[in-house]
């Protein structure tokens, strides 16, 4: 089972009608670290209108929340789920502080400038895709060993580390996907004279 999530934290701000906007994606992995970036960011802006926020954890799980921090009831808080949603995110929290700026938006006009600030966040944060996979340690001699590494390396493999001794372990993690496949291929390359060792899965991305 894999997961997207931002690769970094990130703050954009837009304007719409003096409206400011400014919107925080942050990266977390539970309810104590959402807690502590809302905080920050209540604190940051303690003067603000509104800080509204949305966030998703857990893999297995998700938890999901959002809130409208006094703006009309579902033109914000959920439009700003709803950007993390398209984006298929996890273990993230989007917080758009807002700062009135004199003229009424309306409900569709918050809905747009708060669906405009979280998408903004998210694009500068960029998005990073987790993919389940096996590390395995495969030894062979020194003969096969530039065209296994390049075998490896044009398949979605990650080469970990490479240990020379009288022949060559290649520590990898590849997708549990591909793992067969990049087997098979090793194989068939060095006519069977290779040994593989299966070291369990993990998340990654790679």
């Not at 700026?101 to 966040?121: D, F, K, M």
Request: proline share 2%; with cysteine; aromatic share 10%.
């Amino acid at each position: 089972m894999g997961y997207k999530t931002i690769k970094q934290n990130a703050r954009t701000e837009i304007v719409e009608k003096r409206s400011r906007f400014i919107a925080s994606a942050f990266r977390v992995e539970n309810q104590h670290e959402v807690d502590y970036f809302l905080n920050e960011v209540r604190k940051e802006f303690y003067d603000a209108t509104h800080n509204v926020y949305a966030y998703t954890y857990g893999i297995e799980y998700p938890i999901q929340k959002c809130s409208d921090d006094g703006e009309p009831q579902g033109t914000a808080g959920l439009p700003v789920m709803e950007v993390i949603r398209k984006n298929g995110l996890s273990n993230v929290l989007v917080v758009v502080t807002r700062y009135f700026g004199g003229i009424l938006l309306g409900a569709s006009g918050l809905v747009r400038a708060y669906t405009q600030a979280a998408a903004a966040s998210i694009e500068k944060a960029g998005i990073l895709e987790y993919h389940e996979c096996e590390k395995i340690i495969v030894t062979l001699d020194y003969p096969n060993f530039e065209k296994i590494r390049w075998l490896i390396e044009k398949t979605n493999a990650k080469i970990l580390g490479i240990e020379y001794s009288q022949v060559v372990d290649i520590i990898v993690l590849v997708r549990v996907e591909d793992v067969e496949s990049l087997i098979k291929n090793i194989s068939d390359v060095t006519a069977g004279n290779f040994l593989v060792e299966r070291k369990g899965l993990f998340l990654e991305a790679i």
